[in-house]
């Protein structure tokens, strides 16, 4: 928790009068440095914004270490004290809030509170940068060194660096502890411990061999403890700043602390701090004139006791009772002298360890004693080495003559002390800026006897100054000419900085103009500020965040910010500052291309054919709405994906077109071509398939355009044509085969006839004849049957009249039917149709309708349709008997046969499905059903001209539309749309 301030130890070395100079050092040690500037007390002095985020607040929760007096703990009382609660106080008075505070059980545990939201603040903290990432840190209110604690026998130090290979304690989670891990990992044993008072036992018990922690609350547990075997052996090089911490999400709740904070008088923090951490000092002091009148009194009585000796020679008998008297009292002098002797060893290890350098000098300029640090500063290995053995050397032949100045002379003048800047001179010749700080000390008679000073090397701070000059060039030179502006605010939200282009883009004269305004007046809305800062508590710092700032005349400014906090050397949050950059022209820029897209994406979905884009990594940049609709998908779900994401797509398909994708882009030909895509309607379709690549304005390839265009129709279309073109052939030859095939087949069916009759017994001619030749007609019958000759002459007849029936449908075909067309109902023409095929049976036939299942699915408001009842009934029959002829060979199949018969009733038509569980067939079948003489029945069972006709009757008769769909062991369906023309009014 606790970091020391920088600091070193030296060697002891009996120099006469030299304690006063350590007392003036250990004073100047414990010296806390108060830098805050007074703020003048007001009425109120939070902001409406901190005023009502308290009020939002049900309580403030602090949370403090209850054992790190005096600063902080639980006293007697069981209440919240040490200088922490004075303060803590006087913030619940001057904001008018109470807070609750509650002991936490370790630091380790106050540390998570606070992490994990669970508490407000802590009241005494030292700034680190892993706090800093959730707690914001006030101006610290007290400077407290780091020392080391060893038992008093142990060896002499110079610091840490001489601990190397010990074991040395340090609380664990203090920032001790962080400094020692970070700057001696390596040197030593680093032992972390529960607490303060741990640390000190296990030091004074021998556990560890030295304790790292902050004078004050040492101290205080060394008293309370009564360790009285332990000293501080050496400072170290850090100092810790307590400052109150408030978790970073609570930024108004931070402020109102830091103005209470600084509202506090100068008068009254001195009284805490003298209340709680100086009257040490005060004891020092004390001590110190306790020590002057102890070396009077030890004066005196010598110089008493030398007169008395010297009159006992010669009084010995007579003075007896007063020799006895003196001898007691120089008894008691010489135990004052052992006293002035321990405390000249005290307080001469506090010279010489000291971090700066000290020197005391004659009234006459000539140098009588330094310390090593001085020694070290001008190139010595030690004090003696410096002196070079002479009594009286000037301290003026170390001072350059650029820099030289007659130090008495100058005392003379400001007796009570002096402080001058000067170039000193080391051992090699080279010069180093200084600091010294000399006052004179005064004899018994009150004149000048020497003078004392400490001596500080600036030459670090002098090159930092340097590097910060030419740091602030360089930053203000990138102030003045940054083209965005610039701005900074302090913790009230007030501009202490802005960048020339700042007011130029706000129509303003100059910076002067805006400097001490509240940032909120150039927010067209304020809140948002709020809003803003708030994610700044939060985050750290905002990028790109899109505001609306308001220039002189009132009007608005688009600007994106870039905003962090400013903090000063030891963290602390000074305020806000970031740039603001005119995004007006990219704003109306990119409204104009968002309007040039939202065109050209309606224009794109005008189209009715699939449209899709992709960037050169194959992904997709966008599609038009026939595309969403088509695949079924939303433009905001595949944007950025490939064809490799589309799971509506087999994996083998998808794995194809991104090879295809990749070459189109890298620069192949367009793609063009037909193939069947499966789309969201759960049909596969026909498509036309094309793909090309586009190139940028600077030549470099941009990505693909594909388009996708449906041409199932359109295929359909082209079946329907050559179907037709087929009819019209058929149409055409059917006049002729007539024609050529009637005559002899007449001549063959009566030939056939004639046999028949002349064999016949039943006509008295025959029987005449065979008498007359000698023969029996029953045995001429007998014969035939026996050589199979009256089948021989039955097949003829039935091939006669099959070839007929043949002819007959060719002859219907190829001419107008005289069918007249009435208004039916189409309902009753399918159940026509079932009722015809019910009563087809026949042992030959290898199905038998009345086992098939019929299913009817009547649309009951299908109006009637104008067209040929017979012609209609004819293809609805042969469509019913291939479905029943086709479902007896679907083999062992638990689910009966079933017809589905449905009517429904389109915009424009009536359609009729017929479908049948059968075995299906293959697409190559399905293709070929409507084209004439085709037939998948065994040879003699079909003519192949049923569906042929069928198809002539829906599109050329009534033109309507018959289709089919089929796959191999999911059964057939076929649909007939016959227009409703006129008759359904």
């Given at each position: 928790m606790m970091q020391s301030r920088p600091g070193g130890a030296m060697p002891a070395r009996n120099h006469g009068r030299a304690w006063c100079l350590g007392v003036r050092c250990l004073a100047w040690g414990l010296a806390v440095l108060l830098g805050l500037a007074a703020v003048a007390h007001a009425a109120d002095i939070m902001s409406p914004e901190e005023r009502a985020a308290l009020a939002e607040l049900k309580q403030i929760r602090l949370v403090y270490d209850w054992k790190y007096p005096p600063f902080e703990f639980l006293g007697e009382d069981g209440r919240f004290s040490g200088l922490a609660a004075d303060f803590i106080k006087e913030i619940e008075n001057s904001l008018g809030v109470a807070i609750r505070a509650e002991a936490e059980r370790d630091w380790p545990a106050l540390l998570e509170s606070l992490k994990e939201r669970r508490a407000d603040m802590a009241p005494a903290m030292a700034y680190t940068a892993e706090r800093a990432q959730y707690l914001l840190f006030t101006d610290p209110y007290v400077h407290l060194p780091t020392v080391v604690f060893t038992q008093k026998h142990f060896k002499h130090i110079d610091g840490l660096a001489d601990l190397r290979g010990l074991r040395v304690g340090v609380v664990n989670g203090y920032v001790s502890h962080a400094f020692l891990k970070s700057n001696y990992p390596d040197t030593f044993?680093?032992?972390?411990?529960?607490?303060?008072?741990?640390?000190?036992?296990?030091?004074?018990?021998?556990?560890?061999?030295?304790?790292?922690?902050?004078?004050?609350?040492?101290?205080?547990?060394?008293?309370?403890?009564?360790?009285?075997?332990?000293?501080?052996?050496?400072?170290?090089?850090?100092?810790?700043?307590?400052?109150?911490?408030?978790?970073?999400?609570?930024?108004?709740?931070?402020?109102?602390?830091?103005?209470?904070?600084?509202?506090?008088?100068?008068?009254?923090?001195?009284?805490?701090?003298?209340?709680?951490?100086?009257?040490?000092?005060?004891?020092?002091?004390?001590?110190?004139?306790?020590?002057?009148?102890?070396?009077?009194?030890?004066?005196?009585?010598?110089?008493?006791?030398?007169?008395?000796?010297?009159?006992?020679?010669?009084?010995?008998?007579?003075?007896?009772?007063?020799?006895?008297?003196?001898?007691?009292?120089?008894?008691?002098?010489?135990?004052?002298?052992?006293?002035?002797?321990?405390?000249?060893?005290?307080?001469?290890?506090?010279?010489?360890?000291?971090?700066?350098?000290?020197f005391r000098c004659t009234y006459g300029d000539g140098l009588q004693e330094v310390n090593a640090a001085l020694a070290r500063m001008h190139g010595f290995s030690s004090p003696e080495a410096m002196l070079g053995g002479l009594e009286h050397l000037p301290l003026n032949s170390y001072l350059r003559p650029q820099g030289s100045r007659d130090i008495r002379s100058a005392l003379a003048v400001s007796p009570q002390g002096l402080r001058l800047e000067a170039l000193l001179g080391r051992r090699d010749g080279q010069a180093f800026p200084a600091i010294?700080?000399?006052?004179?000390?005064?004899?018994?008679?009150?004149?000048?006897?020497?003078?004392?000073?400490?001596?500080?090397?600036?030459?670090?701070?002098?090159?930092?100054?340097?590097?910060?000059?030419e740091s602030e060039a360089r930053y203000r030179s990138v102030i003045e000419n940054i083209q965005d502006m610039?701005?900074?605010?302090?913790?009230?939200?007030?501009?202490?900085?802005?960048?020339?282009?700042?007011?130029?883009?706000?129509?303003?004269?100059?910076?002067?103009?805006?400097?001490?305004?509240?940032?909120?007046?150039?927010?067209?809305?304020?809140?948002?500020?709020?809003?803003?800062?708030?994610?700044?508590?939060?985050?750290?710092?905002?990028?790109?965040?899109?505001?609306?700032?308001?220039?002189?005349?009132?009007?608005?400014?688009?600007?994106?910010?870039?905003?962090?906090?400013?903090?000063?050397?030891?963290?602390?949050?000074?305020?806000?500052?970031?740039?603001?950059?005119?995004?007006?022209?990219?704003?109306?820029?990119?409204?104009?291309?968002?309007?040039?897209?939202?065109?050209?994406?309606?224009?794109?979905?005008?189209?009715?054919?699939?449209?899709?884009?992709?960037?050169?990594?194959?992904?997709?940049?966008?599609?038009?709405?026939?595309?969403?609709?088509?695949?079924?998908?939303?433009?905001?779900?595949?944007?950025?994906?490939?064809?490799?994401?589309?799971?509506?797509?087999?994996?083998?398909?998808?794995?194809?077109?991104?090879?295809?994708?990749?070459?189109?882009?890298?620069?192949?030909?367009?793609?063009?071509?037909?193939?069947?895509?499966?789309?969201?309607?759960?049909?596969?379709?026909?498509?036309?398939?094309?793909?090309?690549?586009?190139?940028?304005?600077?030549?470099?390839?941009?990505?693909?355009?594909?388009?996708?265009?449906?041409?199932?129709?359109?295929?359909?279309?082209?079946?329907?044509?050559?179907?037709?073109?087929?009819?019209?052939?058929?149409?055409?030859?059917?006049?002729?085969?007539?024609?050529?095939?009637?005559?002899?087949?007449?001549?063959?069916?009566?030939?056939?006839?004639?046999?028949?009759?002349?064999?016949?017994?039943?006509?008295?001619?025959?029987?005449?004849?065979?008498?007359?030749?000698?023969?029996?007609?029953?045995?001429?019958?007998?014969?035939?049957?026996?050589?199979?000759?009256?089948?021989?002459?039955?097949?003829?007849?039935?091939?006669?009249?099959?070839?007929?029936?043949?002819?007959?449908?060719?002859?219907?075909?190829?001419?107008?039917?005289?069918?007249?067309?009435?208004?039916?109902?189409?309902?009753?023409?399918?159940?026509?149709?079932?009722?015809?095929?019910?009563?087809?049976?026949?042992?030959?036939?290898?199905?038998?309708?009345?086992g098939i299942r019929i299913e009817r699915d009547y649309d009951p408001t299908l109006p009637p349709v104008e067209c040929m009842e017979t012609e209609i009934v004819q293809v609805l029959l042969n469509i019913i008997k291939n479905a029943a002829q086709a479902m007896a060979d679907r083999g062992q199949r638990p689910d009966p046969p079933t017809l589905r018969l449905i009517t429904r009733h389109d915009p424009d038509a009536a359609r009729i499905e017929i479908r049948d569980n059968g075995p299906g067939m293959d697409e190559a079948t399905r293709r070929r059903v409507f084209e004439p003489f085709f037939t998948t029945k065994p040879q003699g069972e079909g003519t192949g001209l049923g569906l042929s006709v069928g198809f002539f009757i829906i599109a050329q008769k009534h033109k309507g539309r018959i289709s089919v769909a089929s796959r191999l062991g999911q059964g057939t369906a076929f649909a007939v749309e016959i227009p409703l023309g006129d008759a359904q009014t």
């Open positions: 044993t680093i032992v972390p411990v529960n607490n303060i008072q741990e640390g000190l036992r296990q030091t004074a018990f021998g556990d560890l061999d030295a304790f790292v922690e902050n004078v004050g609350v040492a101290s205080y547990y060394i008293e309370q403890e009564g360790l009285r075997n332990l000293r501080v052996a050496a400072t170290t090089e850090h100092e810790t700043a307590l400052s109150m911490a408030v978790r970073s999400d609570r930024p108004l709740l931070f402020s109102a602390i830091q103005k209470a904070l600084a509202n506090i008088p100068q008068e009254r923090r001195r009284a805490l701090l003298d209340k709680w951490v100086h009257p040490q000092e005060r004891q020092i002091r004390t001590l110190t004139w306790l020590l002057y009148a102890a070396i009077g009194l030890l004066s005196v009585t010598v110089a008493l006791l030398g007169v008395l000796l010297y009159r006992s020679l010669a009084l010995r008998r007579a003075y007896q009772n007063k020799a006895q008297e003196l001898a007691a009292e120089l008894e008691r002098s010489l135990t004052f002298q052992q006293a002035l002797r321990a405390s000249e060893e005290k307080y001469r290890a506090i010279f010489d360890h000291a971090p700066i350098g000290i010294i700080n000399a006052s004179l000390q005064y004899d018994a008679a009150g004149e000048p006897a020497s003078i004392n000073g400490l001596v500080e090397d600036v030459a670090e701070r002098r090159q930092a100054e340097e590097a910060l000059r610039y701005y900074r605010t302090d913790r009230e939200g007030r501009l202490v900085m802005l960048s020339p282009s700042t007011p130029r883009q706000l129509g303003y004269d100059s910076v002067d103009e805006l400097l001490g305004r509240p940032a909120a007046d150039f927010w067209m809305e304020p809140d948002k500020r709020h809003a803003l800062l708030e994610r700044i508590a939060v985050e750290g710092r905002v990028l790109d965040y899109e505001v609306t700032l308001k220039d002189k005349s009132g009007g608005p400014v688009l600007v994106s910010t870039t905003s962090a906090y400013y903090r000063d050397g030891e963290g602390r949050v000074l305020g806000v500052e970031g740039i603001f950059r005119d995004i007006t022209g990219r704003k109306q820029l990119e409204m104009q291309l968002a309007d040039q897209l939202a065109f050209q994406q309606a224009l794109l979905d005008t189209i009715p054919y699939a449209v899709f884009y992709k960037g050169t990594d194959c992904r997709f940049l966008g599609f038009n709405k026939a595309y969403e609709d088509w695949f079924g998908v939303r433009r905001q779900d595949l944007i950025g994906k490939t064809v490799l994401d589309l799971d509506y797509l087999p994996a083998e398909d998808r794995a194809a077109y991104q090879a295809e994708d990749e070459a189109v882009i890298a620069g192949a030909e367009p793609v063009h071509k037909e193939m069947s895509i499966p789309l969201a309607d759960g049909a596969v379709h026909q498509t036309l398939y094309s793909v090309t690549g586009f190139r940028l304005s600077g030549g470099a390839s941009g990505g693909l355009i594909g388009v996708i265009v449906d041409i199932t129709e359109h295929k359909k279309m082209q079946e329907l044509m050559i179907q037709t073109e087929k009819m019209m052939s058929v149409g055409g030859l059917a006049a002729g085969m007539a024609h050529e095939l009637n005559n002899p087949l007449g001549i063959i069916l009566q030939s056939v006839q004639n046999m028949e009759r002349r064999l016949s017994p039943a006509l008295p001619g025959n029987l005449e004849v065979a008498r007359r030749l000698g023969l029996e007609m029953d045995s001429i019958a007998a014969y035939m049957r026996a050589r199979n000759i009256d089948e021989y002459l039955r097949g003829i007849q039935e091939a006669g009249d099959r070839a007929a029936r043949i002819i007959r449908t060719m002859l219907d075909f190829s001419r107008s039917s005289q069918s007249l067309r009435a208004s039916c109902n189409v309902n009753a023409l399918l159940d026509m149709a079932v009722d015809l095929a019910a009563n087809d049976y026949d042992l030959k036939k290898r199905y038998d309708f009345k």
